[in-house]
């Protein structure tokens, strides 16, 4: 959306923001972009921190967008003043046979030739200082962005280029003040989960002893071989010879509620109990609404963090990648140098949405009903301007401006309107004069008629 909300009542401006939208979303969705997202959220509530590489297909001509999720055991980073990534860094294992396939003009005759010996290359994306204006195109060695592939064992370059926007996004789901990398809920839960682990494995050890329980005699107590398959007969010297070592042990449930009890907690840690409906019957609108703010609440802070450390980079890159490539249509006269905002349409913005539509719906008919309780407030309708109300309440709905017409579109549809009223109310006036007219004549022509008649 444009920044000066002025701009947004505009059709026309409107219309080409949902233009762009549809050309990023056509590109994203023709892209890796929906698998390997999945992986970086993995990683993001696994270990806190995740990396998404992103690069155009080719330098030269535009053939889309490729996405990476950047393994995080394998990857280091830096931030700069503004806590954005200046530099990430990534190691790469190759085998001297895919080193020669990639790196073609490379001598790597000095490795051994073992199909599965890894070699380690250093992958390094950094800022070069020295550039400080983009142009439309620049040559590889003079973007804003450069990158090096780099042999860790001999620190020789095999490869340099560069990027006109910085191609890895970094994310982090929670991070405390000092520290660049980031805390997820796994790191909360994970005492329970080892708990969990080790109470379920020594349950599990448990039931095994009672369905199979281990058997105790004497020395002499079995006459052969000790037979527990189904149906087996043992032979024992005396009846009492051969008997269970462990009785069954009636407090098992307990290890079943303290799994209980962990697995909720687990689940409490990840959110899951704040994501799902109740198990009750259908919830009221107010239940609803006061859900859906308490779902705001709690994930207000991650949903920024995701937002600015991944989502905005990732849809700004690829708006200028496609800027850049021609791929997005020129913005209305005049509206070139507006600045834009990101805005999410996801069920949490919506539902913020919906409630100021709920309120201004409840704000109308409150009025309405004010308006026809007394004469004194009939004119109480007067404060509301409705044509900003009815775009408002549009945009808040999240219907498309292609379905709203322009400013001048309504003004002139208004004027015709009232001209085809003044043209109907002209023809009213003449008619009636008419029949004004006739009238008189009728009656001037009665009163000679009877004028004759005496």
């Known amino acids: 959306r444009f920044r000066n909300e002025a701009l947004n009542?505009?059709?026309?401006?409107?219309?080409w923001l949902e233009m762009v939208e549809s050309q990023i979303w056509q590109v994203m969705?023709?892209?890796d972009f929906n698998m390997e997202v999945a992986e970086v959220y993995l990683d993001l509530v696994s270990?806190?921190?995740?990396?998404?590489?992103?690069e155009e297909l080719s330098d030269s001509d535009w053939e889309g967008m490729t996405f990476t999720a950047m393994p995080i055991q394998d990857c280091y980073f830096e931030h700069g003043a503004d806590d954005k990534a200046i530099r990430v860094f990534r190691r790469l294992r190759y085998t001297r046979l895919q080193l020669e396939d990639k790196w073609p003009d490379?001598?790597?005759?000095?490795?051994?030739?073992?199909?599965?010996?890894k070699h380690e290359v250093i992958f390094a994306v950094y800022k070069r200082p020295d550039v400080t204006q983009v142009a439309p195109v620049m040559k590889p060695e003079a973007r804003p962005w450069g990158y090096q592939f780099v042999m860790h064992s001999t620190a020789e370059s095999l490869e340099e280029g560069g990027y006109y926007e910085m191609p890895a996004h970094v994310v982090r789901w929670k991070k405390v003040a000092g520290s660049r990398w980031g805390h997820s809920p796994a790191f909360v839960a994970l005492s329970d989960i080892m708990q969990l682990n080790e109470t379920v494995a020594m349950t599990t050890e448990a039931r095994l002893k009672e369905i199979d329980p281990p058997m105790k005699t004497t020395e002499r107590g079995v006459m052969g071989d000790l037979d527990l398959m189904p149906g087996g007969l043992t032979m024992v010297t005396e009846m009492d010879q051969l008997e269970r070592l462990l009785q069954p042990n009636p407090t098992m449930f307990r290890a079943n509620e303290e799994i209980l009890r962990l697995q909720e907690s687990i689940r409490s840690t990840f959110y899951v109990d704040k994501l799902e409906l109740k198990e009750s019957p259908a919830m009221t609108a107010t239940e609803v609404l006061a859900r859906l703010d308490k779902q705001q609440r709690q994930f207000a802070p991650t949903l920024g963090r995701l937002q600015a450390d991944l989502l905005d980079p990732l849809i700004e890159w690829t708006y200028d990648a496609l800027t850049r490539n021609g791929r997005i249509p020129?913005?209305?006269?005049g509206l070139e140098q507006a600045d834009l905002d990101i805005e999410y349409t996801g069920p949490i913005p919506r539902s913020m949405k919906n409630e100021e539509a709920q309120g201004t719906s409840l704000w109308?008919?409150?009025?309405?009903?004010?308006s026809t309780a007394s004469e004194q407030l009939a004119e109480i309708t007067d404060v509301v301007d409705t044509d900003s109300l009815a775009r408002?309440?549009?945009?808040?709905?999240?219907?498309?401006?292609s379905y709203m017409r322009s400013e001048e579109e309504v003004t002139a549809i208004r004027e015709a309107r009232a001209q085809q009223q003044a043209e109907m109310m002209q023809l009213q006036q003449a008619q009636m004069a008419g029949d004004a007219m006739q009238s008189v004549a009728e009656g001037a022509q009665a009163m000679e008629g009877g004028d004759e008649a005496v």
């Open 9 to 15: 009542q505009n059709v026309n401006a409107v219309e």
């Open 29 to 31: 969705q023709e892209s």
């Open 47 to 54: 270990f806190g921190t995740a990396i998404l590489f992103q």
């Open 106 to 117: 490379q001598d790597f005759s000095e490795f051994d030739d073992d199909t599965d010996t």
């Open 330 to 333: 020129p913005p209305p006269e």
């Open 364 to 370: 109308i008919n409150e009025l309405a009903g004010l």
């Open 392 to 401: 408002g309440l549009g945009l808040a709905r999240g219907v498309p401006a």
